[in-house]
């Protein structure tokens, strides 16, 4: 292409002096009384606009410069140079503007320049990726991702793309959304009057995903490092500013891994992304801790110099008993904590991210495995300052016999386990694993309230918009 | 983690008379008459196992190392050395061998140490990945995606997640999944007796999305350059080789892009992830080029060193009308053509991938940019020899007015694309992109046959297994 991005013009990608195009769209123009216009262009590659001095010798000066307004986009060529004005390095002296798109009544442009509240930006998710705020969010949400990739590619792992649409609830681990193309006007009935799924399109009832897990431990049990990394759902009728219906996960999971091992791991992943936003995205995460959340950076800084702590859950719940604190939701051995519990123990007690292990039995998934003391089994959360818990993992029962007696035990059919059984009948290996909810993580990072924002269209309860 | 991967001892990041441990699966054992085993040690991390040479001085060789047999887990520790044999530069003296999981009577071992045929893979979905073809495959497609988002990050794209649950069919591009949580026993109904979706979770009908690109369009037109890569969804009863239900797309979207530089910019994507593939998985190509598709390697290093040509539409159906070749599907202008024609052009014709441009538009979407002809629209293919199509994209209509015109001549309501259309109203820029079938990509490159032997665990109609 024959322009520049802005991102390459304002690190110095291009030469003072240069001769540049430029296309973006305004974000500002304004107009000095000695017939100069400056332009702020914004593309989006970068957090910044750059400015263009716009002379009123041009031939469209009057006729088009001095009306484009916020949104209009534009093609500016003219020679780069050093700024005089504070903040930016760069600016265009502009030879010449060429308006590609204007405005429609620009008073009533949605994204017109000025503070919108995030909850009115909501209702323009197909136009609110032009302001700052959703800008930045993008561009983060971007940088984790890239990095995440990046850290499992240099550390050996396969990426691996587990089903989405799926026949079994194995894990059980929430409500399912149903995939069919029945015709819903003309169900059609087995003879006992029941819908007979055997005529719907897979042959059988199927549901969207809730967890790549078990389907990539058959990976892990063959290349032995592998993660996945993608959406997955959950119907469950919570409106809250935590919860979307659907969602991106990073699975990773790791045969000849025991818990402590990717425990450590866990810290190393989350350590390599943070890292990489503090380096790659810092003009983002200035507008952050800017606008959004004072200690942005700071937090992150702190996050990656820290060592996590590690705690039993046993010893976590006596540390909540004895900290004389009133919780909403009591406290003893066996509950599953809850958000302030978890905050308690990241933000007072400890003071940095945490992870919590060996965990009772019957609050955790067949899957997790079993320690000596017969009570607990080999899970972990990782709990972190400002958020709480964001990962989630365990050590996978390996042992056949145990597996089956936890099944029973639930009252799980063996069979509709046969295939992951299988794992454990031939060559089984010790294998661990954790989930990451990767939204959650662009909100921890962004210091966003509402998961809501850092995903371009979200999907909640009736919420299925664009 | 203590251990060394396959992959790191092979190629030299340990050193010859280094104490190593390997963690793995036994994929054959050898027993010599002097009383010494070879085992070959496979984790998955590359296409080659490690040889481990077992003296029968260790205190288990008797009673466990003889007993091995294909698909046991073991770890093995002892000193690296140069390898006296052809084929692998290093090899184990072995110094102990701890046998991790058994196979469970191995002469019915769904995957014993014989040629199996890649339909009777196909029944174990969850053990295949443990054979050479699907783990090269796997490797393979990890690295076509590994290198797909690093190509875009060095170019400077983002990437967005699109939405995988949507509430429009705009595209019209096949037939949908519905996605709904309403109980099929008990359905709501308004007052006219119809299916009340109201009730549903998302408060209206809700589907599984064909393609991102509207979506992604509305990024396009905020952070200039951008990509999708996920789930894509048609609900077509099409039981091929090359069609899946769930498949994984790839959807750059380019402001400010004409529909050539467009062409350029997937020449240039293209050549990237396949100089990847020979670059970083030669050990997994060798293979392919050995058992699957004699030529490969050559195929893609013929594809990396010729320029992509370049023909309009019109000029393409001359050439098939010229060619003599007594064609399944007869050739006129207007058609649609079918892979028998795309094959001439790219296998015959050009011997070389070929850009087809400018058809007509009653064969394209609404959303495509209008030519000067008032007959074409500014849509390509990229064609290439041995698969066919394997990109579509094309330049979007950027004017309001044509877009309404062909709204209208396609009975389209403009109200359903409100938000689409507001891009047209507020800053619009010209802008092009194109859609990717990631799974056929993997397909071309490994010389599989069969889409569903490229994806962990395909869906297909009467297919949703694991």
Chains 1, 2 share one sequence.
Not at 428 to 444: I, K, N
Request: glycine share 6%; hydrophobic share 35%.
């Amino acid at each position: 292409m024959t322009h520049t991005s802005v991102a390459d013009l304002l690190t110095g990608k291009r030469q003072s002096g240069e001769q540049v195009t430029v296309k973006g769209w305004i974000r500002t123009r304004r107009d000095s009384k000695a017939g100069i216009s400056f332009l702020a262009i914004h593309d989006g590659s970068c957090f910044h606009p750059i400015q263009a001095v716009v002379p009123n010798s041009l031939d469209n000066y009057q006729d088009e410069v001095t009306r484009l307004t916020t949104g209009c986009s534009v093609t500016v060529s003219g020679t780069l140079v050093e700024s005089l004005g504070e903040g930016q390095a760069f600016e265009i002296q502009a030879e010449q503007v060429d308006v590609l798109g204007w405005v429609e009544n620009p008073d009533s442009y949605p994204m017109a320049a000025k503070r919108h509240s995030i909850e009115y930006l909501r209702e323009y998710s197909h136009l609110r990726a032009r302001t700052n705020v959703i800008g930045a969010v993008t561009r983060i949400r971007n940088c984790l991702s890239q990095a995440m990739h990046r850290f499992f590619h240099e550390q050996g792992y396969y990426w691996i793309s587990t089903p989405i649409i799926t026949a079994n609830d194995c894990e059980g681990a929430g409500e399912m959304f149903r995939v069919s193309t029945l015709d819903l006007a003309n169900l059609p009935r087995t003879e006992q009057g029941d819908v007979d799924f055997s005529e719907d399109f897979f042959g059988k009832e199927a549901f969207l995903t809730v967890s790549g897990q078990l389907n990539v431990e058959t990976y892990a049990c063959a290349l032995s490092k592998v993660y996945t990394f993608g959406p997955t759902f959950r119907a469950e009728k919570s409106n809250t500013s935590r919860h979307l219906a659907e969602f991106w996960m990073v699975e990773p999971e790791i045969a000849f891994a025991d818990l402590d091992e990717t425990a450590a791991f866990a810290e190393k992943m989350l350590k390599y992304v943070f890292n990489a936003v503090l380096s790659e995205r810092r003009d983002d995460m200035e507008f952050f801790a800017q606008r959004i959340q004072k200690d942005a950076i700071t937090r992150l800084e702190n996050f990656i110099n820290k060592d996590f702590a590690q705690v039993d859950y046993t010893d976590a719940i006596n540390i909540l008993i004895q900290s004389g604190r009133q919780f909403e939701y009591p406290v003893e051995w066996g509950i599953d904590m809850s958000s302030e519990h978890e905050r308690y123990l990241a933000e007072e007690h400890f003071k940095s991210p945490v992870v919590v292990k060996n965990y009772p039995k019957d609050i955790k998934a067949f899957y997790m495995r079993m320690n000596d003391d017969g009570k607990t089994v080999a899970a972990m959360d990782v709990l972190a300052p400002g958020i709480g818990e964001i990962i989630g993992g365990s050590q996978r029962e390996e042992r056949l016999d145990r597996l089956d007696a936890r099944l029973s035990e639930m009252n799980l059919n063996p069979e509709d386990y046969s295939w992951y059984r299988d794992l454990r009948r031939y060559g089984t290996v010790p294998h661990s694993g954790f989930g990451l909810g990767f939204d959650r993580l662009v909100t921890y990072v962004t210091g966003m309230q509402n998961i809501r924002d850092v995903i371009p269209f979200p999907r909640a309860p009736r919420l299925a918009d664009y």
